[in-house]
């Protein structure tokens, strides 16, 4: 119910990393305006639509705002046989790439970026799912 999952795994832009303002290229924006996808060239605009793009819908708020797009690696809470975490906004491998994204209800935003145990849960169902482990820390 706080969940919002991808239905497939989906690297919109290669190599892109989080900045201010987004350019996309023809191809994909001829792809988004297909799937009937608003261009959104914020800062994590990319990522929103690799979401969208992805196979789902951003769950909305009451108050008809969209659920937060999580990335599920942020550079937080790395595994204990590791001392780094990937930070998915630094990588262009990752940025993108929906199976390491989440829409999360604010309550569930909140508890993934202040607990770690909540955090390792969602990544290992993005394992699951996509077998999506950017750290290679996960065994199926």
Do not use: G, S
């Given at each position: 119910m706080f969940v919002s999952w991808p239905k497939r795994k989906l690297l919109?832009?290669?190599g892109v990393t989080r900045?201010?303002?987004h350019q996309y290229p023809p191809d994909v924006k001829q792809q988004l305006r297909d799937a009937g996808i608003t261009l959104n060239g914020l800062s994590n605009g990319p990522a929103i639509c690799s979401f969208l793009l992805a196979g789902d819908v951003q769950a909305l708020r009451e108050t008809g705002k969209g659920w937060n797009i999580h990335?599920?690696?942020d550079g937080k809470f790395p595994h204990p046989k590791s001392t780094t975490a990937t930070h998915?906004?630094?990588e262009g491998?990752?940025?993108s790439e929906a199976a390491g994204l989440v829409a999360l209800h604010?309550?569930?935003d909140a508890?993934?970026?202040e607990f770690s145990e909540f955090a390792w849960w969602i990544r290992e169902e993005a394992y699951k799912r996509f077998e999506f482990d950017p750290d290679h820390v996960l065994v199926k």
């Open positions: 919109l832009l290669p900045i201010l303002q990335h599920i690696y998915a906004i630094k491998q990752y940025f604010p309550v569930a508890v993934a970026d």
